[in-house]
């Protein structure tokens, strides 16, 4: 209990979670539900002066037990994951599935952070750095988009190309009627003016159209400027 006097101590004091879970060596997650169920019960220092160590354990802990019994229903994470490597599949319309299912469960912004968590268990995964400016990934997507002539109520499939800096995620997409060399460049050409620059190297993901042979190819850029 001292530490929960500390954390409401210094939490008056002004320092912030990361300052204080340094000070007492505890993780800021723990820290964070100190000051939770602190609020929530209106307590904050100073505390009353008749509160002892067992009444302030008994307020907080009681507290405690009833986010245990309330807590969301956890998705089934392994089926959720063998659902992704559907074609067309995504994490939004999984969760769509788990709420319809449970209404009291996670939000979007949760649910793809315990996911993420729960991923990076299965295997080890090694860091990469990307330098900002350095690549940009280009690929087309898996899926055609329709598009309907106004005039003649035609439908054509286009397909739609996509590139992204690979530091900042930030992204270009836009449609062609094909995926030939003219409309490849200009795409290309198309992407650099939208993102004001050419990045150092260009890298396709195994496309006949930017690669003459089946091998992820890393195309280097022509161009002076740089992202």
């Given at each position: 209990?001292?530490?929960?006097?500390?954390?409401?101590?210094?939490?008056?004091e002004?320092?912030?979670?990361?300052?204080?879970?340094?000070?007492?060596?505890?993780?800021?997650?723990?820290?964070?539900?100190?000051?939770?169920?602190?609020?929530?019960?209106?307590?904050?220092?100073?505390?009353?002066?008749g509160?002892?160590?067992?009444?302030?354990?008994?307020?907080?802990?009681?507290?405690?037990?009833?986010?245990v019994?309330?807590?969301?229903?956890?998705?089934?994470?392994?089926?959720?994951?063998?659902?992704?490597?559907?074609?067309?599949?995504?994490?939004?319309?999984?969760?769509?599935?788990?709420?319809?299912?449970h209404?009291e469960?996670y939000?979007?912004?949760?649910?793809?952070?315990?996911?993420t968590?729960?991923?990076g268990?299965?295997?080890?995964?090694?860091?990469?750095r990307?330098?900002?400016?350095?690549?940009?990934?280009?690929?087309?997507a898996?899926h055609?988009v329709?598009?309907?002539?106004?005039?003649?109520?035609?439908?054509?499939?286009a397909?739609?190309f996509?590139?992204?800096?690979?530091?900042?995620s930030?992204?270009?997409?836009?449609?062609?009627?094909?995926?030939?060399?003219?409309?490849?460049?200009?795409?290309?050409?198309?992407?650099?003016?939208f993102?004001g620059?050419?990045?150092a190297?260009i890298?396709?993901?195994?496309?006949?159209?930017?690669?003459?042979r089946p091998?992820?190819?890393?195309?280097?850029?022509?161009?002076?400027?740089?992202?």
């Amino acid at each position: 209990m001292r530490k929960i006097r500390d954390v409401l101590r210094l939490s008056a004091e002004g320092l912030s979670t990361r300052q204080i879970a340094a000070s007492l060596a505890i993780k800021r997650t723990t820290l964070r539900g100190y000051l939770e169920r602190a609020d929530e019960l209106g307590l904050s220092w100073p505390l009353p002066p008749g509160l002892s160590d067992t009444d302030l354990e008994r307020q907080i802990y009681s507290r405690t037990a009833r986010d245990v019994s309330n807590r969301a229903t956890q998705p089934d994470w392994p089926h959720i994951h063998r659902e992704l490597r559907r074609e067309g599949v995504t994490l939004s319309l999984l969760w769509e599935e788990y709420r319809a299912d449970h209404s009291e469960g996670y939000g979007y912004s949760r649910f793809c952070e315990l996911y993420t968590r729960w991923e990076g268990r299965l295997s080890p995964v090694r860091r990469q750095r990307h330098p900002a400016g350095e690549r940009l990934f280009v690929d087309y997507a898996g899926h055609t988009v329709d598009v309907i002539d106004p005039m003649t109520g035609e439908v054509r499939p286009a397909q739609l190309f996509v590139a992204a800096l690979r530091a900042s995620s930030y992204t270009f997409a836009e449609a062609t009627w094909t995926q030939s060399l003219p409309d490849w460049i200009a795409s290309h050409v198309r992407a650099f003016g939208f993102f004001g620059g050419v990045t150092a190297k260009i890298v396709s993901d195994n496309l006949k159209a930017g690669s003459p042979r089946p091998a992820s190819t890393t195309l280097r850029s022509i161009g002076p400027t740089r992202i």
